[in-house]
Each structure stands twice: as structure tokens, then as C-alpha cells.
């Protein structure tokens, strides 16, 4: 038995522990880009076997809500480097999430331009954006306009540009956010995809722009320092159910299997309504995938163990409980109480608050 507390070796770097800080949006990026805060934020969790940031937007058109950082300019690239070095200085490893919202965006975010997606198709889904009082809400997602065939080569450069920018910021990896119904999701969905080009249809045409964007990743970041994050069977963003659900997604982790990559990342979605992952179809998707498997969805140490226990995952990732524990992994080493965690703090929000003034446990009796 592997204790999920133990060292791993995961692609091109070594873990302190097989448990992983869940990407983790928090809407505080005012500029749009990381600060001093966020840097003292991460390097607090550094003790954690691997951080994933929050969603970083790869480009400008990859932005879905309002205060979320990007990756795209010279100056935003800067500011990550206080990130990685902050983290690095404690010992922490950390990868970016790159993240591309597809249509679940809205016309607020990119000077009235639409959002972009496999079809024209609106989502009956809301995003944080600006009203026209300039006043930060939740509305309705703007209808997208389909992508033509002729701009996937530039999409796929945009994510290729982000991964050596991210790798230009110190990060040691990156994971391509293929979850939670954004854009490389709406392509795999076959209710969504209907799309009669190469791109779309059969199974192997809607994994073909996911599979070129992680081939342009992989190249750019070293195979070994590429992870995925995929959610199957998850509705978040308005993602039906498809005929060949199933046998989609393992075909899917059976063509990443060749790749080498560091890891494919499993998101259970039951926290956002969706059927709980099944044991047996996370055991199905890491014989396909063939690699490192990490797991996230509603666990802790001894659901953690389990998880690696039963051969769903090597490396168990932790979202919402590392928010108001900095020093999670101590807590869990030590037998230590965890603190609860408060959904109103988990975005937006002004300076400490929530945010880098939780407590470690030493420092709370
Ligand atoms: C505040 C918050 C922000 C999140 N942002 C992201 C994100 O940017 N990217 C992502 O892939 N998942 C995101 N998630 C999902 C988490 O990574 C994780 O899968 C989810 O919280 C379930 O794990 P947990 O029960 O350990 O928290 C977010 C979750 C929360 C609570």
C-alpha cells in the first residue's frame, strides 16, 4: 500500500506528498494578472506535493469572468514570476492551468466581440461580467460564434504561446483545462459538437482540435511537464449527456496514452450536481490513459487513501479544504483539526481578507 503521504514521481518532478492543491479560481485579479498577494497565497500551500494555480486565460479571447488572470501579455508573464519564485523559495512545485472558456464567456469580456465554441450554440449557463453600470454579476453567457476550421491553427499557437510563456515564468509544468464544460470539452461533447466538418461528429474528429492543442502544449512544455484535466460525464456549463458518452472519454484517455504526458487529472463533478465518478470508470480511464492519474472531488486524507488504495488515481488532488488550511499537508501529517472552509469568501474580495489571513494550525491555538 502507497500512503498518500508519501513521496512521487510525477513526469519530470518529484512530490513531497500524493496530494495536489486543486486548481482553484478566486476572481482577484483587478488587472488582470497576479500580485504580491497571490504570490504570498500560493507560497503559503507550497507544502502541498504539487499546486495547480486557479485557471490562468491564455488569451484574450479565452476570458470567460471578470478579475481572472491571463498569460498573454509581457507584463503578465512578469508578474507570474513572483508567483513560482515565491513558491519555489518554499519548496513547492506548481503548475499553471491554462484555460480557454470556449463559448462560456461573455460579449463584456472582449470589446463586445461574442465568445467562441465548436457551434453558435448559447449555453444555459451564467458567467461573473460586467452590467452596463459597470457592477460585477452573474449574467447569462452571450450566444458564441462558431469557430471556422481555418482559425484552429491559431487557437492551438495561442495555447502553444501560453505553455512557453508559462514555462518563461518559472512554472515547472502546465495543465490544459480540459474540464467543466469550456472549450475543449464542447468540442469532445458529441450533444454539443454536431459540427459536420473534421472537427466535429465522430469521435475521433471531436477529439482532433483537443489532441493538436495538446500536442502544440506538450512540445512546448516537454511532455513530461503536460498535465490534463478532463471531467467526463460532468453538466457544469450545460453539458448534456451524448449517446457515446463513455466511450468517448476512454477513448480519449487511450489516444493520450501514447503521449507520455505527466498526468491525466479526473474531476468528479458531484459537487456540481453531476453523478458521482464512478469507481470502476476511473479504474477503466488509468488502464486507457496507462499514466499518472490524480483524482479530485470532495476528498480528504483517508477518502484520499482510498481513492489510491482502489486504483482510481497515484496522486489525489484537494480543492476547497486547502483555501482556509495553508498547511493542509501538516495538518493531515499531524492529526491536526481541519478548518472549514466558507463558500462566500471563494471569490473575489479585497486584500487579505479570506484570502492569505487563514491560520496555520500552530498559529490558531
Ligand atoms: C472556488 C473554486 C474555484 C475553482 N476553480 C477551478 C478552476 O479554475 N479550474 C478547475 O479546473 N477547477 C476549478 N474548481 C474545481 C476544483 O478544482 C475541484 O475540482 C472542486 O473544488 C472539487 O474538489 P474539492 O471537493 O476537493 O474542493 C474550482 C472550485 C472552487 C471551489
Redesign the pocket.
Given at each position: 500500500m502507497q500512503s498518500i503521504l508519501s513521496p512521487y514521481q510525477l513526469g519530470a518532478v518529484t512530490l513531497t506528498s500524493r496530494i495536489a492543491m486543486?486548481?482553484?479560481?478566486?476572481a482577484r485579479a483587478k488587472d488582470l494578472k497576479p500580485d504580491t498577494l497571490t504570490a504570498t497565497y500560493y507560497a503559503q500551500r507550497a507544502s502541498a506535493g504539487l499546486i495547480?494555480t486557479?485557471?490562468i486565460a491564455i488569451s484574450r479571447q479565452a476570458r470567460g469572468a471578470i478579475y481572472i488572470p491571463g498569460i498573454y501579455t509581457p507584463d503578465q508573464i512578469d508578474a507570474w514570476k513572483q508567483v513560482t519564485a515565491a513558491v519555489h523559495a518554499k519548496g513547492g512545485i506548481i503548475f499553471a492551468?491554462l484555460?480557454h472558456v470556449g463559448r462560456a464567456g461573455h460579449v463584456a469580456h472582449n470589446d463586445g466581440q461574442p465568445p467562441v465554441g465548436p457551434t453558435n450554440e448559447r449555453a444555459n449557463a451564467k458567467t461573473f461580467a460586467f452590467d452596463a453600470n459597470g457592477n460585477g454579476t452573474l449574467l447569462p453567457q452571450s450566444t458564441p460564434r462558431q469557430l471556422r476550421a481555418d482559425e484552429m491553427d491559431g487557437l492551438v499557437e495561442d495555447y502553444a504561446q501560453a505553455a512557453r510563456a508559462a514555462m518563461a515564468a518559472g512554472f515547472d509544468g502546465v495543465e490544459i483545462?480540459g474540464?467543466?464544460g469550456y472549450l475543449i470539452e464542447q468540442f469532445i461533447n458529441g450533444a454539443l459538437n454536431t459540427r459536420s466538418d473534421s472537427y466535429g461528429g465522430s469521435i475521433e474528429n471531436r477529439m482532433r482540435l483537443p489532441l493538436a492543442i495538446i500536442d502544440a502544449v506538450a512540445a512546448a512544455a516537454g511532455p513530461d511537464r503536460t498535465g490534463i484535466?478532463v471531467a467526463p460525464f460532468g453538466r457544469f456549463n450545460d453539458m448534456h449527456a451524448f449517446a457515446d458518452e463513455a466511450q468517448t472519454w476512454l477513448a480519449f484517455a487511450q489516444a493520450l496514452s501514447t503521449r507520455k504526458l505527466a498526468y491525466l487529472h479526473l474531476?468528479?463533478q458531484e459537487?456540481l450536481g453531476a453523478d458521482k465518478l464512478s469507481v470502476d470508470f476511473a479504474v477503466e480511464m488509468r488502464r486507457a490513459f496507462g499514466g499518472t492519474v490524480l483524482i479530485?472531488?470532495?476528498?480528504g486524507l483517508e477518502s484520499g487513501q482510498a481513492a489510491i488504495d482502489t486504483g482510481r488515481c497515484d496522486v489525489v488532488?484537494?480543492?476547497?479544504?486547502f483555501?482556509s488550511n495553508p498547511d493542509l499537508i501538516e495538518r493531515y501529517r499531524n492529526g491536526w483539526p481541519i478548518a472549514p472552509f466558507d463558500?462566500r469568501t471563494?471569490?473575489g474580495g479585497e486584500g487579505a481578507a479570506f484570502y492569505t489571513d487563514y491560520p496555520t494550525y500552530p498559529e490558531s491555538i
Open positions: 486543486a486548481p482553484m479560481t478566486r495547480i486557479e485557471g492551468q484555460w483545462h474540464a467543466n484535466r474531476s468528479d459537487s479530485a472531488g470532495g476528498f488532488a484537494i480543492g476547497r479544504p483555501i463558500p471563494f471569490y
